[in-house]
């Protein structure tokens, strides 16, 4: 039973340009969480999603970045015009559903790095 | 004011130590109090998590909540090496966790 994917796992880009890092649930799960994670600090929620629902972004930059979990697919956190301070660990998680005690299943993470 | 604060680290022991980790928290609708360990350079993973005040054990490790004073701890005993990592507290409802900084602990043999 593969846990939570992501890829890429490391991703390098221009000032400028676009990023795309895709997630991809563990089998059975529906829910699904981004998180970022800066160098000496914690994770930060970004935001929760659920197949083809935006359920909280209340952690999303309002410019420039956002998020999907479409009916097929992976879901895909997307950063356009990526400038220095979103060099970050972006972290995924998924659950089976949020009732009762929503225990989020990590996957490795993808480690953006902008020039 | 954080809504979850958590003492960064390093925290370094011997092996065999008994270590002590904690958080505090100021959202009080907070019902569920997770403890995720971070290897470096990897994802988080859940260690265990408790419901409400109260303690729970899971072979050498051990968490308590007191609600009261908004206090989480985890405790570890006979501390290994392979404990070495940072463990992140996140207390949360039924949605979205909220982590902590995270407490780098260093075991050494």
């Known amino acids: 039973n593969a846990g939570v994917m992501q890829n890429p796992r490391h991703l390098v880009r221009r000032r400028g340009q676009e990023a795309r890092l895709r997630c991809s649930p563990m089998?059975?799960?529906?829910?699904v969480y981004w998180y970022r994670q800066l160098p000496e600090e914690g994770l930060k929620f970004m935001v929760y999603?659920?197949?083809?629902?935006?359920?909280?972004e209340s952690g999303m930059p309002k410019e420039r970045f956002s998020a999907e979990f479409p009916k097929e697919g992976p879901s895909i956190l997307r950063i356009q015009q990526v400038v220095r301070g979103d060099s970050a660990a972006y972290f995924c998680?998924?659950?089976?559903?949020?009732?009762?005690?929503?225990?989020?299943?990590f996957g490795a993470g993808s480690r953006l790095t902008v020039l | 004011q954080k809504e979850v604060e958590q003492d960064p680290g390093p925290l370094s022991v011997p092996e065999g130590a008994i270590v002590s980790l904690n958080c505090t928290y100021s959202?009080?609708?907070?019902?569920?109090f997770m403890w995720y360990r971070q290897y470096s350079r990897k994802g988080p993973e859940l260690l265990m998590y408790t419901y409400s005040s109260g303690n729970k054990e899971d072979g050498r490790f051990t968490a308590q909540v007191d609600k009261s004073s908004k206090y989480i701890s985890l405790f570890i005993r006979d501390s290994q090496p392979s404990d070495s990592a940072t463990y992140l507290c996140?207390?949360?409802?039924?949605?979205?966790?909220?982590f902590g900084t995270g407490t780098r602990l260093l075991v050494s043999p």
């Open positions: 959202n009080s609708a907070f019902q569920y």
């Open positions: 999603l659920q197949k083809e629902n935006i359920i909280d």
């Open positions: 996140a207390p949360g409802g039924f949605q979205k966790l909220v």
């Open positions: 998680a998924s659950s089976r559903d949020s009732s009762g005690a929503n225990v989020l299943t």
């Open positions: 089998k059975g799960h529906s829910h």
